[in-house]
């Protein structure tokens, strides 16, 4: 069975304010409590409104709208599943909104982004489907720029049982980004062998971004509050996310992370593009610290992206140098968790669409189209989450995160050299924890491992010693819940990411020669600033992935 891996790497398709499907640049600061107010808010002096996203201590009432009104300001939505409301105010007004002692905190409504055959081979997906694995009766949510009801989501009728869009107008997709992702999990193949990991699973397509692949965070939080109303009536298990935007804050106030906690905690696995800014060495660190929201949230499955190098085998495939690496801004997580194919993947795409119409030169044959990058790597290992729940239904999140990186395959080389084929730069990718997390998918070794996590298995913290430069890990707290690294034998950091991304003969992961070459990444200031990155390397990656 092949399957259809997109390049996840639409860095971001940073268009003024939308959320790319793939994750674009962070910002990393210091763990400090923050103001009321974020930093990319900071000129307040401008004219005219801005949109923003305003978190509550309590869930906001209309007396609480009334305030804004007052303001003059505008309410646009309500977001129960964060405690927070959508409103237009003037920038002038932000310091009086601020001194509500009821305010939480106060961000913009920011753009979000996607982060744009062989790979099933790569990640063994045989083995579900010699078991009998392919995804039935459980539905996976993708919040994406839609979907084409195309053949490929067929069975004996639509496998597409439920479709909404949160930008206004159709659910069906005209940018390509949604179709591409949602094959790569489900396609059945329509003849060709560019099949989904779970080619049997029910679809729910929630449209969050238009025809640019352009969205915001009130449009995915929308789509996610979306999932978790209907998580019985179609039994959803698996939100995918291959879409992202910069860091701005942590993630305990920011209202994209606090959106998808809010479904993991519901019982639904959510998987989140790590994003494609690695190679971003703007701020000195090496493409360190990169990773994007909401894949900087400790709960969800961050996933990296790697290359298949046109090969059925595993042992040649390499890590695509603009895979983001970690840590987390702020928060200083450990992240990716994970890794899976993601460089020039093969998956479907609608007749007349538009990014066929704009890169004809990507089209395969009849539907389907190659595209890279991070949202490509995303839908496999969303696939592989079926996979696990069809066999163990009654397994939680944190029991699926976790048997995914233990049975995560830890052998790698040290660095690898990737040359980009537009602008023919050379990158050197290290194999280290932020860069390949606990390793690459094996869908073979989760199902024949019978290992049940039991407690938290929230993303780890990693705790910079100025005086020795060395950088060790330890246990992220969870609410009412012991986290299961380090528990027994069994879960010892060794286990889950290998020997060989500890300095030896200690628990560093890092010693006073980390690549990154400066404290830069473990500094109290944002590396990136207050705006998106460039969209045109973005979607160099994409549509041209890397050799």
């Given at each position: 069975m092949a399957s259809r891996f997109a390049r996840k790497t639409c860095r971001a398709f940073r268009?003024?304010?939308?959320?790319?499907?793939?994750?674009?640049?962070?910002?990393?600061?210091?763990?400090?409590?923050?103001?009321?107010?974020?930093?990319?808010?900071k000129n307040r002096s401008r004219p005219g409104d801005?949109?923003?996203?305003?978190?509550?201590?309590?869930?906001?009432?209309?007396?609480h709208h009334q305030r804004i009104a007052r303001l003059g300001?505008?309410?646009?939505?309500?977001?129960d599943l964060v405690g927070a409301a959508h409103y237009s105010i003037a920038a002038s007004a932000l310091d009086e909104l601020a001194a509500d002692p009821d305010v939480l905190y106060v961000t913009p409504n920011r753009p979000v982004y996607p982060m744009m055959d062989i790979p099933a081979q790569s990640v063994n997906a045989a083995a579900a489907?010699?078991?009998?694995?392919?995804?039935?009766?459980?539905?996976v949510a993708i919040v994406d720029s839609g979907m084409a009801d195309i053949p490929d989501f067929h069975s004996k009728n639509t496998r597409i049982v439920y479709q909404a869009s949160f930008i206004g107008g159709s659910p069906v997709d005209q940018w390509g980004h949604g179709t591409h992702v949602a094959g790569l999990i489900g396609s059945n193949g329509n003849g060709t062998v560019y099949t989904g990991i779970v080619p049997d699973v029910n679809l729910i397509n929630l449209r969050a971004l238009d025809q640019n692949g352009n969205g915001t965070d009130a449009s995915v939080i929308a789509a996610i509050n979306s999932a978790i109303a209907l998580k019985n009536t179609y039994n959803i298990r698996v939100i995918n996310l291959s879409l992202g935007r910069p860091v701005?804050?942590?993630?305990?106030?920011?209202?994209?992370?606090?959106?998808?906690?809010?479904?993991?905690?519901?019982?639904?696995?959510?998987?989140?593009?790590?994003?494609?800014?690695?190679r971003d060495n703007s701020a000195g660190t090496n493409g360190y610290g990169t990773i994007t929201a909401p894949g900087n949230d400790p709960y969800v499955i961050?996933?990296?992206?790697?290359?298949?190098?046109?090969?059925?085998?595993?042992?040649?495939?390499?890590?695509?140098?603009?895979?983001?690496?970690?840590?987390?801004?702020?928060?200083?997580?450990?992240?990716?968790?994970?890794?899976?194919?993601?460089?020039r993947v093969v998956s479907?795409?609608?007749?007349?669409?538009?990014?066929?119409?704009?890169?004809?030169?990507?089209?395969?044959a009849n539907d389907e189209y190659i595209l890279s990058g991070t949202s490509m790597a995303t839908p496999i290992v969303s696939g592989a989450a079926v996979v696990v729940l069809q066999k163990n239904p009654s397994m939680t999140p944190d029991q699926v995160k976790a048997r995914l990186m233990k049975t995560a395959s830890k052998t790698f080389p040290a660095s690898s050299v990737a040359v980009d084929p537009t602008t023919h730069i050379a990158y050197t990718s290290y194999y280290d924890i932020f860069t390949v997390g606990a390793g690459y998918l094996d869908i073979a070794a989760a199902l024949s491992s019978s290992d049940l996590a039991a407690?938290?298995?929230?993303?780890?913290?990693?705790?910079?010693?100025?005086?020795?430069?060395?950088?060790?890990?330890?246990?992220?707290?969870?609410s009412g819940a012991t986290a299961v690294w380090g528990s027994t034998a069994v879960w010892g950091s060794t286990a889950v990411w290998g020997s060989s991304v500890w300095v030896s003969g200690s628990t560093a992961v890092w010693g006073s020669t980390a690549v990154w070459g400066s404290t830069a990444v473990w500094g109290s200031t944002a590396l990136f600033g207050s705006s998106t990155s460039d969209s045109s390397e973005s979607l160099s990656v994409a549509i041209n992935g890397e050799n």
């Open positions: 268009a003024g304010r939308c959320i790319t499907a793939f994750c674009i640049g962070v910002t990393i600061a210091s763990a400090a409590t923050p103001q009321k107010i974020s930093s990319d808010l801005v949109d923003v996203i305003v978190q509550y201590k309590v869930t906001p009432t209309r007396f300001g505008r309410l646009h939505s309500t977001m489907a010699t078991a009998g694995y392919d995804g039935t009766g459980i539905g701005f804050e942590p993630a305990a106030v920011d209202p994209l992370c606090q959106a998808v906690e809010k479904a993991w905690k519901a019982g639904i696995v959510v998987v989140v593009a790590a994003g494609n800014d690695g961050t996933v990296g992206a790697m290359k298949d190098m046109g090969t059925a085998t595993r042992t040649d495939d390499l890590i695509a140098s603009y895979s983001s690496k970690g840590p987390t801004g702020f928060d200083h997580f450990v992240k990716p968790d994970i890794l899976a194919p993601g460089n479907t795409m609608n007749a007349g669409i538009g990014l066929l119409q704009q890169y004809p030169q990507n089209k395969v407690g938290s298995a929230l993303s780890p913290t990693a705790i910079y010693d100025p005086a020795t430069g060395q950088v060790t890990v330890q246990n992220t707290p969870a």
